[in-house]
């Protein structure tokens, strides 16, 4: 069983900034988990891939959000971090945190988050 504690959501206008942080934590003595991820998913449209990092520190980001996010880990931790900058409104959205995926890329791990919502509004 992996659990998650997820925070940094919020209400935030257009041009500001947010920090996500999530926490995955398992049973498993020292178990890390190779690649950590964000996905988010706004009202009526699909789930999507926002950023994703390995254990090694490989990145990857959705066009969408380059050159705005940034996503990071902290070494020797399950945790991931998510600052995120230059907001727009179609950034809303609740964001999910994810973990267990085999490479930082669109496609997701098995393990998900419960979801922290992000408003971008004025």
């Known amino acids: 069983q992996v659990q998650f504690v997820e925070s940094g959501g919020g209400l935030v206008q257009p041009g500001g900034s947010l920090r996500l942080s999530c926490e995955a934590s398992?049973?498993?003595?020292?178990?890390?988990?190779?690649?950590m991820g964000w996905y988010r998913q706004a009202p009526g449209k699909q789930r999507e891939f926002v950023a994703a990092?390995?254990?090694?520190?490989?990145?990857n980001y959705a066009d969408s959000v380059k050159d705005r996010f940034t996503i990071s880990r902290d070494k020797g931790k399950n945790t991931v971090i998510l600052q995120m900058s230059s907001l727009k409104p179609e950034d809303t959205a609740v964001y999910y945190c994810?973990?267990?995926?085999?490479?930082?890329?669109?496609?997701?791990?098995?393990?998900w988050g419960q979801g922290t919502q992000v408003t971008v509004s004025s």
């Open positions: 994810n973990a267990g995926g085999l490479s930082p890329g669109p496609s997701p791990g098995p393990y």
């Open positions: 990092v390995s254990d090694s520190g490989s990145t």
């Open positions: 398992t049973s498993r003595f020292r178990f890390r988990f190779f690649v």
